[in-house]
């Protein structure tokens, strides 16, 4: 099965093998496995135990993953810490079983990650530079990747070995197809007859000052080394320049541009080798007296190129053989070849465009191949200056000066910047991820940060802000602003709960539309996949219980902008499968199959985690 885990590489621990452990692994915590001093341990499952940096660590990675999203860091917290629990379950009931990768599929499938390789191939160099930037040896991180492939080997044979039959497919069609008729009318957010008083506006910052504060804030010190900076100090004279010139004179150079015609006659079962020969020499007597596109188009064996008068297009060196290959390369523009023999019979050639080639000289290119040279002599030393730079930021973890010294870079400075929002270096997420990160908030250098393939950074704090309250006064107006805006959400709801408790009472949706000087729309025949109702609109109707009898079913949903729906579903007609459903019918019974795995595998990870031997301190739940 391992065999084929890199062609299947889609479950969630293939994906968490990139994610959490090589894009980047600083993120998952590679210090998990040094020593932890007399730190108490925040959880623990068997005989492993889980700190706070490593909750800080997957917090850090699953709220980047989230970025954008709504979700309180509580709740963050809660899922990074039940997804250390779920992946170590697994990885000791795997053990427990037996289940093993050799050492030679872990590497085949580390030389095979983007992130170690250097123009599509795997680099040694960029392998050991990264591992060092996170203070992990290799037998380590091989270990790691191996339990990792371990967790997907069984995952894969749980999912793989589910299936779907054909009565579920059809029942999923009914569903996906199905069709529903409904009117519903539109609330707009209600207007307030009155503004929050002094007291409401007091009470409300009172109780949610944490919703008023301006947001933390750091600066930092930092040493930037990049392949651009390296390269400028490579020292160039014009011998060197024109060496690497000649070196790299295809880069500088034009090819030539041909374009050719031929007529092709064959030799098959039907013609021998010595009758082809026979018509081509004919063939060429006759072009003194007729167009060559008009005799490809009459007596060519090559029909999908005779229609076109024997365009073959541009001339591909590589593409022919050889013979063919010379013959074009020494006609002149307009000339036609002798008869020339190729494995598909014989050829007469036309050469119908000709744009020679031009090589750029010396010394207009001059400015271009010194800054190649100089890049191309700065690689070496730029992978060594950057193992050097983490070698010496770890071992001197209290300042940046002496990296900056040894390596002939400036210590620069930032400004204060939010973790959301930063200027200069700061710019990148990744230097905020880093500089908001336990390790440099505690005093000491970060790893190295990859800015692209070509810049390395190390970040150390210059200085701290904590968040800090807004007085009231400063924000009343927001504070006014919100509480204006609940209340009418309030009442927009409200209204809506009395339009719908009239219908279901049985009024006529006509009067109390009318009463409510409300628009009815009407939509019928909606599927899910093809109707243009907003979408949380349409996720509520799919989801509303169908009618009872001559009953519409009545539900409220809520849109965009704070408006409200009160909708009426007076229809739902069971769907069937069309012809193009049929000719997805294979590709269905595989992703039910699939989901019915993912599901059994879930609920597999959910009983090995019940019997498992789980502590979670009070601690970590608090956090």
Request: a negative charge.
């Amino acid at each position: 099965m391992l065999t084929k885990i890199r062609e299947k590489a889609q479950g969630a621990f293939a994906w968490g093998i990139l994610i959490l452990i090589c894009i980047p692994f600083a993120l998952w915590g590679i210090n998990n496995y040094l020593d932890t001093g007399k730190e108490a341990p925040i959880a623990s499952v068997g005989d492993k135990d889980f700190y706070q940096r490593d909750l800080n660590n997957a917090y850090e990675q699953y709220s980047q993953n989230l970025r954008g999203m709504s979700i309180d860091e509580q709740t963050l917290k809660a899922q990074a810490l039940q997804k250390l629990i779920k992946d170590e379950v697994l990885l000791q009931y795997v053990h427990a079983e037996g289940l093993v990768v050799t050492d030679n599929e872990a590497r085949d499938f580390i030389k095979s990650l983007p992130y170690f390789q250097v123009d599509g191939k795997f680099s040694d160099k960029q392998y050991k530079m990264l591992l060092s930037s996170q203070r992990i040896s290799s037998g380590e991180f091989v270990n790691r990747i191996k339990s990792a492939l371990i967790m997907e080997q069984f995952q894969h044979a749980i999912v793989d070995s589910s299936f779907a039959t054909q009565y579920d497919v059809e029942s999923f069609f009914k569903i996906q197809n199905q069709q529903r008729d409904v009117d519903y009318v539109t609330l707009a957010l209600q207007s307030l007859p009155e503004q929050p008083t002094a007291e409401e506006i007091s009470t409300y910052y009172q109780q949610h000052q944490d919703l008023y504060q301006t947001p933390e804030q750091v600066s930092v010190e930092y040493v930037e080394l990049s392949l651009e900076d390296v390269a400028k100090k490579v020292v160039v004279t014009d011998d060197k320049l024109k060496a690497f010139y000649e070196e790299q004179k295809a880069q500088y150079s034009t090819p030539e541009r041909r374009k050719i015609s031929h007529i092709l006659f064959a030799v098959n079962d039907k013609t021998d080798a010595k009758t082809a020969l026979v018509k081509a020499e004919k063939a060429k007597q006759e072009l003194a007296n007729k167009d060559f596109a008009v005799l490809a188009a009459e007596v060519s064996d090559d029909k999908l190129t005779a229609k076109k008068g024997g365009d073959l297009g541009l001339f591909n060196a590589g593409a022919m053989d050889k013979a063919f290959e010379d013959a074009v390369n020494a006609l002149k523009l307009g000339e036609v070849s002798n008869p020339v023999k190729s494995a598909f019979g014989y050829h007469l050639i036309k050469v119908t465009e000709l744009v020679p080639g031009t090589v750029k000289p010396f010394d207009s290119v001059k400015n271009e191949v010194a800054k190649a040279y100089q890049k191309a002599q700065a690689e070496n030393a730029f992978y060594e200056a950057g193992e050097k730079l983490t070698e010496m930021s770890y071992e001197h973890p209290d300042n940046l000066q002496t990296v900056a010294d040894a390596l002939s870079l400036t210590v620069q400075k930032s400004p204060l910047f939010t973790r959301t929002k930063g200027e200069g270096i700061a710019t990148d997420d990744k230097v905020r991820n880093t500089a908001f990160s336990e390790e440099v908030l505690q005093g000491n250098n970060s790893a190295p940060i990859e800015l692209g393939a070509e810049r390395l950074v190390v970040v150390r704090l210059l200085e701290h802000k904590a968040a800090a309250k807004r007085e009231l006064n400063e924000v009343k107006q927001e504070v006014a602003a919100l509480l204006s805006k609940e209340k009418a959400k309030l009442l927009t709801a409200e209204k809506a709960k009395q339009i719908k408790a009239r219908l279901q009472a049985g009024e006529p949706f006509q009067k109390v539309a009318a009463e409510n000087k409300l628009e009815i729309k009407t939509a019928k025949g909606l599927t899910r996949n093809k109707n243009a109702l907003p979408e949380q609109l349409s996720e509520v109707i799919f989801k509303a219980a169908k009618p009872v009898g001559d009953k519409s079913s009545v539900f409220i949903a809520a849109l965009p902008n704070d408006e409200q729906a009160v909708v009426s579903l007076s229809k739902v007609t069971a769907g069937v499968m069309n012809e193009d459903d049929k000719k997805k019918l294979e590709l269905a019974k595989k992703s039910i199959a699939n989901a019915f795995g993912q599901t059994e595998f879930n609920q597999v990870l959910n009983s090995l985690q019940a019997d498992a031997d789980i502590e979670v301190r009070a601690k970590a739940q608090a956090q």
